[in-house]
């Protein structure tokens, strides 16, 4: 195993803990929107202070504004599904399985693109994935009943795919990668607040838009989270080298975190869940895997 190659397993170490300190932040009665508000707001002060210290702080000109106030306002949405599973109760496993639906929403982006062209082998690893999406969620064929808990995960996994897709269309001809997140949080911070203004006029769910003042624990929590989970993995990905892992590799090293996710939760609350549904996170696992690898040749 190479440099690039241990660097992403490390980032994807870090990833593999956003729903287990976000699980920690529930348990003390900390909500989803104030839970993100903080991993955002400390990450922008680590990212603030690395590139002062560094000369390279750059904030986002005019012409840019656009671009990432649209990235910053999926990554806002984007983060805020994900973590805000757990606030209804949906299991660590389900949740991160589910938001791993991102590759096959990906796929379905670049059929309707036409990106893409709509292959046999293509339908088919969407289809699994979809079947993989349908167990390990536990709905019930005979009476389906959906509720926010598994609508959170899956909206997650969309907005996932929109926002690497953004991702692709940086300007880094003008901005860094650290630039490029920095200012994605610069734009996510207040579109995130706003949307929590309006939130807490519309839920009674505490867990979900509620404020609780964040103790001296908490908050060194909070920067653990910051820094464990946002900085560091994103910054660790930043190092990789094209030349000492490709892009389907890397893919294919990051899901590793839907694994990992599992484990911990099974490790540290003894979060267990039914066999079809182990079955159904193991079918959107292998789902994402092919269609990495059928990207990974069409590509190489």
């Not at 990833?15 to 976000?22: E, G, K, P, V």
């Not at 390279?56 to 983060?79: C, E, M, N, P």
């Not at 292998?286 to 059928?294: G, Q, V």
Request: a positive charge; one cysteine or more; hydrophobic letters at 55%.
């Amino acid at each position: 195993m190479n440099r690039s190659q241990i660097l992403v397993v490390l980032a994807t170490l870090g990833f593999s803990f956003i729903l287990i300190f976000s699980t920690v932040f529930k348990n003390t009665g900390m909500s989803s929107f104030e839970q993100l508000f903080f991993r955002l707001a400390f990450s922008l002060v680590v990212l603030f202070l690395a590139m002062a210290c560094t000369r390279k702080l750059h904030f986002a000109t005019r012409k840019d504004v656009r671009f990432f106030a649209s990235i910053g306002f999926i990554y806002a949405f984007f983060a805020l599904s994900g973590l805000s599973s757990i606030a209804f109760d949906t299991p660590i496993a389900v949740s991160v399985a589910l938001v791993y639906t991102q590759p096959l929403f990906t796929a379905v982006m670049s059929f309707v693109t036409h990106k893409e062209n709509v292959t046999v082998p293509k339908v088919g690893f969407v289809l699994l994935g979809v079947v993989g999406a349908f167990l390990v969620s536990g709905l019930n064929l005979a009476n389906p009943h959906i509720n926010l808990g598994i609508i959170f995960p899956v909206f997650a996994g969309f907005l996932y795919a929109v926002y690497l897709w953004l991702k692709r269309q940086a300007p880094i001809d003008r901005y860094t990668p650290f630039q490029v997140l920095f200012n994605t949080f610069l734009f996510a911070i207040p579109i995130l607040t706003a949307a929590w203004l309006i939130f807490i006029n519309l839920s009674t769910k505490s867990l979900f838009v509620g404020f609780v003042t964040p103790d001296l624990q908490q908050l060194t929590l909070l920067l653990f989270f910051a820094l464990g989970c946002t900085v560091l993995p994103y910054g660790l990905l930043n190092y990789v080298k094209v030349d000492e892992v490709s892009a389907t590799t890397e893919g294919m090293l990051l899901l590793g975190d839907p694994l990992l996710h599992t484990f911990w939760a099974m490790l540290f609350f003894r979060q267990y869940i039914s066999a079809i549904q182990y079955v159904g996170a193991a079918l959107i696992v292998i789902s994402a895997a092919l269609t990495l690898k059928l990207s990974g040749k069409k590509t190489g």
